[in-house]
Nanobody
Framework: VQLQASGGGLVQPGGSLSLSCAASGTIFDMNLMGWYRQAPGKRRELVASITWGGITHYVDSVTGRFTVSRDNVKKTVYLQMNSLKTEDTAVYYC???????????????WGRGTLVTVSS
């Protein structure tokens, strides 16, 4: 199983960016998906998550600005980031809880980080 993230880059404060992360490989079922981020000198934090059925959770600092979504057919999770602030600068990592076959336990897989830089 692999997770391929894309969409990072440089944006000015107040701007928007969209991240996507597609899973591939032997996948029977996908449960929780989402995004973490790690800013320089800080611990990795959960940004947003979404269940297979679409129930979402956000860290307080991004509520109202970020939107997490997923396409279960495409096995992809998205993160739409609006009204970006300099403090949103970080490496963003996608993750997904995946089981490769029926009656097997879920394993958390991670994508390689994608850098988001918010700067004027």
């Amino acid at each position: 199983v692999q997770l391929q993230a894309s969409g990072g880059g440089l944006v000015q404060p107040g701007g928007s960016l969209s991240l996507s992360c597609a899973a591939s490989g032997t996948i029977f079922d996908m449960n929780l998906m989402g995004w973490y981020r790690q800013a320089p000198g800080k611990r990795r934090e959960l940004v947003a998550s979404i269940t297979w059925g679409g129930i979402t959770h956000y860290v307080d600092s991004v509520t109202g600005r970020f939107t997490v979504s997923r396409d279960n057919v495409k096995k992809t999770v998205y993160l739409q980031m609006n009204s970006l602030k300099t403090e949103d600068t970080a490496v963003y990592y996608c993750y997904a809880d995946i089981t490769p076959r029926a009656e097997s336990s879920y394993t958390t897989y991670w994508g390689r980080g994608t850098l988001v830089t918010v700067s004027s």
